[in-house]
């Protein structure tokens, strides 16, 4: 089984391609919101480097949010129509979770946080558990005071991972048990994407591609705007 992962709930854009063997090659790149433009090449890009053919491809994987607006849409959009081209099954996971993956091997509460723009996050809380993590709250939007609350109230020591609690760190600091993930692990990993798809594909929990919905907790920024210009 082969798996084409694609990401684009950031500023970063990222697709992998991966299966039993793990993740065959991956790309991430950061362009200035250059979603639409930069995917589909990445996705070539990754193929070739993989060495296969996209017939092979035998399930796409998509980041669903929450995120940027735009980027998602982009994202889901083009792993959609991929997998209506190719005939094949999808599966969906959430931006958060992606971002919870590679720290899994922690003791600690783990906070994952995603920056909203509008001085927001998105954001979810994590626990290990044998063989990977257990999301303990659905994901929410909230300014990084509510967030740092809702931690305080859980107790306890954590790690904050992501780009929110990076740009919002002395709010989240507040909290003098949490300890923050650098930069590396800051935006959703594609390769992440791959490995958490391919582990729910052995269990057969895939979708057809129409039942793909993207979760943004938000109305777009642009439709905002627009409400906002209307009120007297």
């Not at 998509?62 to 607006?69: F, R, T």
């Amino acid at each position: 089984m082969l798996i084409l992962g694609i990401e684009t709930s950031t500023e970063q854009v990222g697709c992998a391609i991966g299966g039993h063997e793990g993740v065959l090659a991956s790309a991430h790149t950061v362009r200035g919101r250059q979603h639409a433009e930069s995917l589909a090449p990445q996705i070539d890009f990754v193929r070739r480097q993989a060495r296969i053919e996209m017939s092979e491809i035998s399930l796409v994987a998509v980041d669903i949010g929450p995120g940027l607006y735009t980027g998602l849409r982009v994202g889901v959009a083009t792993a959609v129509a991929t997998a209506f081209a190719l005939g094949v099954p999808m599966i969906a996971v959430s931006s958060l979770d992606l971002v919870a993956f590679p720290v899994r091997f922690t003791p600690k509460l783990i906070m994952a946080t995603l920056d909203a723009r509008r001085s927001e996050v998105f954001y979810a809380l994590y626990r290990q558990v044998p063989g990977g993590i257990q999301r303990l709250s659905e994901p929410k939007v909230a300014t990084p005071e509510e967030a740092s609350s809702h931690l305080l109230a859980r107790g306890g020591d954590c790690l904050l991972v992501g780009d929110g609690a990076l740009r919002y760190r002395r709010v989240f600091e507040e909290n003098h048990r949490s300890d923050f993930v650098e930069q590396g692990f800051a935006h959703p990993s594609a390769g992440s994407l791959v490995q958490l798809a391919h582990a729910q594909a052995l269990r057969e929990e895939w979708i057809n591609p129409w039942e793909v919905e993207p979760l943004y907790l938000r109305r777009p920024d642009a439709e905002i705007n627009w409400h906002s210009r209307e009120r007297p």
